[in-house]
């Protein structure tokens, strides 16, 4: 696997939830007008973050709402709850050549490089807390608005 958009996705739902959940009821079709994203696919994220703990449904009236303060949820948790599990961040090439001394040896060269970038990547991500995005973001939405009256 690649990179995908999932913890970008993710994270915006989870932002907008930090931000706007006490304020109205969040719904898939609310989560799908933010983000640009059909709400099937808003409804499959905010699935995977309620298995991992993240979110919460209330039955019958719906809605959705964090399941955890934003200080207790780490940009590694999201990661971890939306990305394809036992796949590589960093897929090798499919075809090395055998005959090759270099297209026999990459994949052995590269594998223990590549889980050191994919364990530090997720040591620092575990470092991000949901509470310090919401702070940005809160402080990119001032500057703009401050911008904006000038």
């Keep these: 696997m690649q990179f995908s958009s999932r913890l970008n996705l993710a994270s915006h739902i ?8 006490d304020k109205q009821k969040v719904t898939s079709e609310v989560l799908a007008d933010t983000t640009g994203v059909n709400p099937v696919n808003v409804r499959k994220t905010l699935c995977l973050l309620k298995e991992a703990g993240l979110v919460q449904t209330k039955p019958g009236v719906g809605g959705t709402s964090l399941a955890r303060d934003p200080k207790d949820i780490t940009l590694a948790d999201i990661f971890d709850a939306v990305e394809d ?27 223990a490089r590549i889980k050191v970038l994919e364990t530090s990547m997720h040591q620092e991500m575990e470092q991000m807390t949901l509470e310090e995005m919401l702070e940005d973001m809160n402080h990119e939405i001032q500057t703009q608005e401050n911008a904006s009256k000038k």
Excluded: E
Aim: with cysteine; net charge neutral.
């Design 14 to 21: 989870l932002l907008y939830l930090a931000a706007y959940q």
């Design 85 to 111: 599990k036992g796949t590589d961040l960093f897929p090798m090439h499919q075809n090395p050549n055998p005959n090759c001394p270099v297209g026999r040896t990459i994949k052995d060269v590269m594998d």
